[in-house]
């Protein structure tokens, strides 16, 4: 296995991102839902403790995403027929993106929460 230099190790995280951007639809949903929860952080002025929960939540959902869909591209990888054990790898791949997402619900009541209601 070549070893890369930083720039080239960069280069192939950014070239991950950007698939899982392009190709998935969910990538989409969590990335917008991040953007609207930053301009909100903007809009009612939130803490700086604040800022760093929500930058955590906004960076775990999307970690799960991309990892998710990496998980399902080497399943698929592995076997094209149908095999109980390759549904369970993607169901509990898709099951750390649902507790992730939640997790980000609860976080914005309780970052929101104080300015909205």
């Known amino acids: 296995m070549k070893h890369r230099t930083l720039n080239e190790s960069f280069s192939c995280a950014v070239s ?6 392009r190709s ?8 917008a839902a991040a953007f ?6 903007f809009v009612l002025g939130i803490s700086r403790v604040e800022w ?7 960076f775990l959902v999307l970690a799960a995403e991309t990892a998710n869909t990496a998980l399902e ?7 094209a027929d149908y095999h109980p054990l390759a549904r369970s790898a993607k169901n509990a791949a898709a099951g750390a993106v649902l507790l992730s997402a939640i ?13 909205l209601f």
């Open 52 to 58: 760093g929960l929500l930058c955590i939540t906004i």
């Open 103 to 115: 997790n980000a619900v609860i976080m914005a009541f309780i970052i929101f929460g104080r300015y």
């Open 73 to 79: 591209k080497v399943v698929d990888l592995v076997t």
């Open 36 to 41: 609207i929860a930053a301009a909100l952080g």
């Open 16 to 21: 991950g991102f950007v698939f899982v951007l």
């Open 24 to 31: 998935e639809r969910n990538m989409k949903i969590h990335l």
